[in-house]
């Protein structure tokens, strides 16, 4: 039985989606979402979640599912999307991931062992969510303060490692040194595309998603979220998008500069996912603003995918 996984990922508001389903149609396979923010139920736009028309093309696993009120963790995601994996292979069909979040792609990657030190796991949720939102610098700062000697042995991009260490020194413990490499998964195969645009036509793209976010009624929904008892605390709402619109909706400042902010704020975070993704040396790249549309690429996309 042919146990590969197509993974295809790549920076916000490139074309995930509707690349995702194509090759799903066409290979015989489900999409398994690797994005942070779709899996929440209610979030919606901000989100930028498969439509019900796109999702009735292809079946889709971890979106829509969980609450938002609810703590979600790297260690959680990599149980339900492994779950979902094997569900597709009983099926005979091919999984396809298909997503943004970094962290998430590792927890399907590598064999990633969650489980130790004992963790608070609302913290470690938040420690992910401000890598997430934030980059990897702003958790490496938290253990520059908490434990300086950690922080000198551990880069500041290996984001698991930082949080490990930080929460042993949250909880007083002696940090141990998590240098080993990390190990691949043996559960299945991978075959890893990225895809990715000239910076301008992605800038801009991003821009123009704004923009039609807040036609859509992005504001509705964030106060509609708020109205449910959530709150800038809990760690869906620190999502790009969500964050912003609190702001805004507290009073901080007005709308036209949390619109820019959403805006400043996804493009820094597809620079961030483009430097994520890059580390993958098997990755193969295709750069759509080089094709003359997303046909031509996709050709090229399902030919490679024949030949490996």
């Given amino acids: 039985m042919n146990r590969n996984i197509i993974v295809i990922c790549g920076p916000t508001a490139v074309g995930k989606t509707e690349y995702a389903i194509r090759t799903a149609l066409r290979i015989g396979g489900e999409i398994v979402s690797c994005d942070s923010m779709q899996l929440y139920k209610y979030m919606d736009l901000g989100s930028a979640k498969p439509t019900v028309e796109e999702q009735s093309r292809v079946k889709h696993y971890l979106v829509d599912q969980i609450d938002p009120s609810e703590p979600f963790s790297a260690a959680r995601y990599q149980i339900l999307a492994k779950a979902a994996i094997e569900e597709i292979f009983s099926k005979g069909k091919t999984p396809v991931i298909a ?84 190990t691949p998964c043996t559960d299945y195969g991978t075959r890893l595309i990225g895809l990715t645009r000239d910076r301008q036509e992605l800038y801009e793209r991003i821009n123009r998603r704004v923009d039609l976010l807040m036609e859509a009624g992005l504001v509705d929904e964030v106060r509609g979220l708020l109205d449910r008892g959530l709150t800038e605390d809990d760690i869906s709402m620190k999502g790009i998008g969500y964050k912003e619109i609190i702001g805004y909706l507290s009073g901080r400042y007005d709308l036209d500069t949390a619109v820019d902010l959403v805006k400043k704020n996804t493009r820094h975070y597809a620079k961030r996912q483009m430097t994520w993704f890059k580390r993958y040396e098997t990755m193969k790249w295709f750069d759509i603003s080089g094709y003359d549309n997303d046909e031509a690429c996709l050709e090229e996309i399902f030919k490679w995918l024949e030949k490996n």
């Avoid at 064999?111 to 890598?131: G, I, K, N, Q, T």
């Fill in 99 to 182: 997503g943004g979040t970094g962290l998430y792609l590792n927890a399907l990657l590598y064999d990633m062992d969650f489980s130790a030190p004992p963790a608070d796991e609302s913290f470690r949720a938040e420690l992910y969510a401000l890598a997430e939102s934030s980059g990897a610098e702003a958790v490496f700062e938290k253990l520059k303060e908490l434990d300086p000697d950690a922080a000198s042995r551990i880069h500041p991009n290996n984001v698991k490692k930082v949080i490990r260490a930080i929460e042993a020194a949250a909880s007083g413990e002696k940090v141990r040194d998590f240098s080993k490499d990390l």
